[in-house]
């Protein structure tokens, strides 16, 4: 049995997993960022990305929006906007968003709205990402 | 005694009446239900929020500067501009769940020189923008939010622009004004102050937070504070409209619910009204044909 440490992953809108975990990976600001058990206190932001966890010797990916983490020795808390399995995500929305996104950006807008826009496209190619990594076998 | 017609008509009407009022309670039940599921799901999220919002406070170095922290105690308090969120219902038909919310408002603004207010829900901005005195209590007529189903979206629009705000110093502090559900039958509407922020607000049921070791911030505390700060607001707000729509709902649910039962009560008296005076009115007439046969 290898040393777990407790992971909780909470979306806005739902608990997404809380449990022990073995080995956690997620985006930071500028690059991936690895958990083990016994790592360091530390806080972060959490960029739109893959987060990668490993349970029970099994590897789970979900692609979180942005969000925020909090590292423990024996904990990780990570809260995000969204958190969504890959097989959750509708490919076709998230390509529409993307699209959607890219064409707003094109417009005249105030610089909110234009932020508001590069936030949305993010968040749609990171999904569109997610979902082809993990779903090219169904 | 009425009059056999009038009697009729009256029964007609409450009976109308009795299936709006029941629609109406059907209705705020399911809607209810809804709420009530929403505010499970994100429950966890915000008590975890402003768990880290707390533990982070307490490990940030101290000379770290945080504007949404600045209680800017240089504007005195007679001339401080203060704004306030103010969470109605779209509608009446509710009991005295309205009446309870502005009234909580007013007394809170009659402290108070400047006031900005936004309005969520129909039935208050009409009730302010009547009341508008120019520089003293403005409505912003552009602040148009239903609070019927609240999202996350929308509370982070109302977040990002009371940071706005707050930041360009048009107010010095923003309050919200939403009403607490206490229980299925008890409400209370409540003030909060939600900018400037300030560390002793987020004292939760959880009292035992041990002071952590220090911590390491990455990429810096600022710019996770930067960060933190419009996701917690959101969620303050987004609580705040899950809770009043809760509310609303449910105080809707009893006064429709109590507006059957008395529509049904009327009914029974009129229902015997009009039987006694229908076998008057029998009585009567073979009292005459009697009369008129000996």
Not at chain 2, 13 to 34: C, E, G, P, R, V
Not at chain 2, 93 to 114: F, L
Not at chain 2, 120 to 126: K, S, V
């Amino acid at each position: 049995m290898a040393k777990t440490f407790k992971l909780e992953l909470l979306a806005a809108d739902r608990p997404f997993f809380i449990g022990e975990c073995e080995h956690l990976i997620y985006p930071a600001q500028d690059g991936l960022v690895g958990v083990l058990p016994g790592h360091e206190s530390l806080v972060t932001i959490v960029s739109p990305g893959e987060i990668q966890y490993k349970v029970d010797g099994e590897w789970r990916y979900a692609a979180i929006s942005e969000g925020f983490a909090e590292i423990r020795s024996d904990y990780a808390l990570i809260l995000g906007d969204a958190i969504e399995l890959p097989d959750e995500i509708d490919a076709k929305r998230a390509a529409e968003a993307a699209e959607r996104a890219k064409e707003r950006m094109q417009q005249k807008l105030s610089i909110l709205q234009y932020y508001h826009s590069q936030a949305a496209l993010n968040r749609a190619m990171n999904r569109l990402k997610v979902s082809k990594r993990h779903n090219h076998e169904i | 005694m009425a009059n056999i017609s009038e009697i009729r008509d009256r029964i007609k009407s409450i009976n109308d009446i009795m299936k709006i009022t029941n629609a109406m309670y059907l209705i705020s039940s399911s809607k209810l239900k809804k709420a009530k599921k929403d505010l499970e799901a994100t429950e966890p999220y915000f008590n975890r929020l402003i768990y880290a919002m707390r533990s982070i406070l307490s490990r940030v170095p101290e000379k770290v500067n945080m504007r949404y922290f600045d209680q800017r105690e240089d504007r005195k308090a007679g001339t401080r501009k203060k704004a306030f969120i103010i969470i109605t219902a779209d509608k009446g038909m509710c009991g005295s769940y309205n009446h309870n919310v502005i009234k909580t408002a007013e007394t809170a603004m009659a402290q108070c020189n400047h006031v900005h207010l936004y309005v969520m829900g129909q039935l208050g901005r009409m009730y302010f923008q009547r009341k508008v005195r120019e520089g003293e209590l403005d409505v912003d007529t552009d602040f148009i939010y239903t609070t019927q189903n609240p999202t996350l979206h929308r509370a982070l629009k109302i977040a990002e622009q009371m940071l706005k705000l707050f930041e360009t110093g048009e107010v010095d502090d923003v309050y919200i004004v939403y009403t607490k559900m206490i229980n299925s039958m008890v409400f209370e509407p409540k003030i909060q102050q939600i900018l400037p922020l300030n560390v002793n607000n987020f004292v939760s049921s959880e009292n035992d937070v041990t002071k952590h070791h220090e911590a390491t911030f990455y990429p810096t505390p600022e710019a996770v504070m930067e960060h933190l700060t419009p996701n917690f607001m959101k969620g303050l707000i987004y609580g705040a409209m899950v809770e009043s729509f809760c509310s609303e709902q449910q105080a809707r649910m009893s006064a429709m619910d109590s507006a059957t039962t008395s529509a049904k009560d009327m009914l029974h008296d009129l229902s015997l009204q009009y039987n006694r005076a229908r076998q008057a009115a029998i009585t009567q007439e073979i009292t005459e044909v009697v009369s008129g046969a000996s």
